[in-house]
RNA sequence: GGCGUUAUAGCUCAGUUGGUUAGAGCGAACGACUCAUAAUCGUUAGGUCCCAGGUUCAAGUCCCGGUAACGCCA
């Protein structure tokens, strides 16, 4: 038994996610947990939302409520979600928290102590009515370019061209619509990630088996041009970690928080305390700090292609620089994007499915069953209604939902609601255990490697080989002139519905409680032993013939969604 | 405009450090079975691995150029 801290890249607050950015973290995130504590292993599963920086203070804005209010229920609101798509995190944090902000403020302080923060000045552009700096989305004005009055400090809505707030003509205030704007002179704190190039580096060079994907990424960054740059990690907003150094004011830099991309990180470590300080947990030191037992650890982290920068460098950078002993990762697995139909999901268009959204429609085995087993791991992969309602229809309704049914039924028929004692297995039987002891063996290999693809390959395979051996062996035939035969071929065909729930369980928790319970078991035991395993339900153990595990997708479903999500959110 | 990614069967994707007849699932065709959610099981067909060069005994895999799609950035 080994201990294993995981966590997922922290979904950001303004609302709710879609299937997108589920596929990316927190799902495969939550499988490998799942897996992991089924086979016995210590887990320490960690989320948090991330709820810092200017996109949500426009999101509140635009509920009409204060930042922290908005901040407070919207957590809560995916919190819910979460819970309902079956994601196990030990504690769902924010970081908002004050045990992250004091943590952030001490990482501050240690990197500055340790010579890895510069102060640089600025120019930026000040709004004496509003009393404060104002970041780029924060003006608007007219394009230069093709003259459009509400173009975005940031970009041109119009004609879409890339600006720069003091580009604009006759800029002006969205916070109060004032114009006196003016350029004034600004001190923020920079990362000196420069000097940390080479630690990078040789601990990158190291990580030979991470994923392709993680580790040219971060080579990327460090090499392209003139290699890794600092980084500003403070900003001019109110709504963030004050800018502290520590316990003290930082001269120079009074009213400014944090950048979202510094504190954001720290929170998997502040997390860990919340953990604590909710009650669930008792040590977080033994988690994170190698001075406390944290060696004995490994720790994984999961994120999309887009995360991993700041998961290669800039966290590493902080932990490293600090020279205090923080527990680093030892293994990233990231992805590449889930494509919607022909394009992207997008969030400000409402296009694709959301998680809400997600389960009105289906219950969430469907979608992470779905998601799981095409998990984009080594390209961008394409969602359409066409291939999910195909797909779900066949691996889950056909495979494994009627394999349960048309055991159960016939046994019902011929033996009653119980397992059948007569006849012993004899040569198919062996050959069908020695099968699925190897296909296990591998399948562990697989999810133990995060190889989730090849994994859920492996699962279904399991899964046919049910209904391989019945069409094979022909129980209803055999019933006609050796009764015995029957009762032993049906016994074992039972005893496969307990071991596909403990196989199943980490890709679809619900339905693998349904079919224990159908099959009257208490308890999730991972079969570590198949030939003990397939011997679990004994001959006289009731069961019940279950509900129909997966209703199956139909065309008018499938056109009514494919139309309802095709533009704008409801 | 700059940078990057991708290009393999009708569809969605695998193809490990270059090494024998390029794989899977779905879809299709045909067959078997009739216990089951008209489910299952088997067999078969289908590919100039985007185009054009190069390196090599050997290239889907490495290099150069082109084309196309997508993404990111200022």
Known sequence: MARHLITSAIPYINGIKHLGNLVGSQLPADLYARYLRARGHEVLFLCATDEHGTPAELAAAKAGKPVAEYCGEMHDVQADIAARFGLSFDHFGRSSSPQNRRLTQAFAARLADEGLIDEVEQQQIYSPTDGRFLPDRYVEGTCPNCGFEDARGDQCDNCTKQLDPEELVSPRSTISGATDLEMRATKHLMLRQSAMKDRLDQWID??????????????????????????????????????????????????????????????????????VDAGKGSDWGRWWRTDQGADDVRYTQFMGKDNVPFHTLSFPSTIMGSNEPWKLVDYIKSFNFLNYEGGQFSTSRGR?????????????????????????????????????????????????????????????????????????????????????????????????????????????????????????????????????????????????????????????????????RAMRVADMVWPENVPEALALLPAGHGFEVPEVLFAKIS??????????????RD
């Not at 094979?472 to 071991?499: C, E, G, H, M, Y």
């Open 352 to 516: 694709g499915v959301f998680m809400d959204q997600a389960l009105e429609i289906l219950p969430a085995d469907y979608w992470r069953w779905w998601l799981l087993s095409r998990v984009p791991e080594t390209s961008d992969v394409e969602f359409t209604w066409e291939t999910f309602q195909v797909d779900v229809n066949k691996d889950l309704a056909d495979v494994l939902g009627n394999f349960v049914s048309r055991i159960t039924k016939f046994c019902r028929s011929k033996f009653g609601e119980a397992v059948p004692e007569a006849g012993s297995y004899g040569p198919a039987e062996e050959a069908l255990i020695a099968e699925l002891t190897e296909r296990v063996a591998r399948y562990q290999t697989q999810m133990d490697a995060i190889e989730l693809r090849k994994a859920a390959q492996e699962l279904r395979a399991i899964w046919a080989a049910g209904n391989e051996y019945l069409q094979a062996q022909a129980p209803w035939s055999t019933f006609k002139t050796d009764p015995d035969k029957a009762a032993a071929q049906v016994r074992l065909a039972l005893n496969l519905i307990p071991l596909y729930a403990n196989l199943s369980a980490p890709f679809i928790p619900d339905a693998a409680a349904k079919m224990l």
């Open 206 to 275: 190291s990580k030979v088996d991470w994923p392709v994907l993680t580790t040219s990424i971060a080579k990327k960054w460090l090499h392209d041009g003139d290699g890794l740059q600092d980084r500003g990690i403070t900003r001019d907003l109110s709504w963030g970690v004050p800018v502290r150094r520590g316990d003290a004011e930082w001269p120079g830099m009074e009213g400014k928080v944090f950048y979202v991309w510094f504190d954001a990180p720290i929170e998997y470590i502040a997390c860990a305390q919340e953990w």
């Open 555 to 568: 065309d008018e479903d499938r056109n009514a969604w494919s139309e309802r999500f095709a533009g704008t």
